[in-house]
């Protein structure tokens, strides 16, 4: 093929660089798909009014013991605490008006995933990997991206078949993140055994979960044991992750997995800057109240990414945006130290 002169040629993508399912099992996929968004739709929408009652609430736990989420002892809530409310009161702000922003920044970042998620049904349900992405988008954007609107609404103590059906529900987001990671984006395991990293992941995440195991809970706080349970529950499939892009992948799959990274790396930037804020301020520092906006900007790039990199959108244009990213970043951080 011959290309213009003064235009970069592109590796065309591999045939079977995407899983496509048997048209049978496809049927099935789509309709327990739209099941699967119906009922996370209804968790989603019953949350929202409940999580902001949550949030006007103010935790009072001493020993700054953190406030966690009804029927989720170990999800740690957004409330504020009374230093923060002392924050709130410096910018002339009631404690229902901060509640409304918090759950309006979290309805609209979890309907970004909603959006990106029925966008990629829409476009790519008939390829395995499009289908399993959307629906994992769909499952994060149902119950918050920090897992606030996951049965917000559930009674204190909460009935056993509904705290098994959260669980259950925690318990995909998990393994289906640990599954994004080791197939993405072929849909295939890449080598054949790294099934088992999957394997190895779920099952640090049922041994050293303190919603099963709460008597364990005092253990698992530790910052060694926390770290080492995060080593094994992430390190293995983001291993495998680089691996796949060194010895597997071919030059498309190699810019979808840039398009992933970099909306992570962004939102993560963006996440941690935020969230240092508070922590070189005073106690009730106008600052303190950006803790609760920390954890949705970080996530807010990855619905994005993830689009372009399933619907392979101007996927070298990856490259050009990395460039400039860390141009525009050099000259700001020197700006910053001059200033």
């Not at 994004?180 to 640090?204: E, Q, Y």
């Amino acid at each position: 093929m011959i290309t213009p002169l003064g235009t970069q040629s592109q590796p065309l993508s591999s045939r079977s660089s995407t899983a496509r399912p048997p048209r049978r099992w496809l049927i099935l996929a789509r309709g327990a798909w739209i099941v699967c968004a119906l009922l996370l739709l209804a968790n989603f929408v019953a949350s929202i009014p409940a999580y902001d009652k949550i949030m006007q609430a103010v935790c009072t736990l001493p020993n700054q013991v953190p406030c966690t989420m009804p029927g989720q002892p170990d999800q740690i809530s957004a409330q504020l605490t009374p230093d923060n409310v002392a924050a709130l009161a410096h910018l002339h702000l009631s404690l229902a008006t901060y509640a409304a922003l918090v759950v309006t920044l979290d309805v609209v970042l979890s309907l970004l995933y909603w959006g990106a998620g029925l966008l990629l049904f829409w476009r790519k349900s008939d390829e395995g990997m499009g289908l399993f992405v959307s629906l994992l988008l769909v499952l994060y954007g149902g119950t918050g991206i920090q897992g606030f609107f996951l049965g917000a609404y559930t009674p204190t103590p909460s009935p056993s078949l509904l705290h098994i059906l959260l669980f259950l529900i925690s318990g995909a987001q998990w393994t289906g993140l640990f599954l994004f990671l080791v197939i993405f984006p072929t849909g295939r395991f890449a080598p054949r055994w790294s099934w088992l990293i999957i394997l190895l992941s779920v099952l640090s995440f049922l041994i050293f979960n303190p919603g099963l195991f709460p008597d364990w809970a005092p253990v698992l706080n530790a910052p060694v044991v926390s770290a080492a349970v995060n080593l094994v529950e992430l390190g293995g499939p983001l291993a495998i992750m680089v691996y796949r892009y060194v010895r597997v992948f071919d030059a498309v799959q190699r810019q979808q997995v840039k398009w992933f990274v970099y909306a992570v790396a962004a939102g993560l930037a963006l996440g941690v800057i935020v969230a240092a804020l508070p922590a070189v301020t005073p106690v009730d520092s106008p600052f303190q109240l950006l803790s609760a906006t920390s954890g949705p900007l970080a996530l807010a790039f990855i619905p994005l990414g993830l689009g372009v990199a399933i619907l392979r959108y101007r996927l070298w244009d990856i490259d050009v945006i990395i460039n400039r990213t860390l141009v525009y970043s050099s000259l700001t951080a020197l700006l910053a130290l001059l200033y």
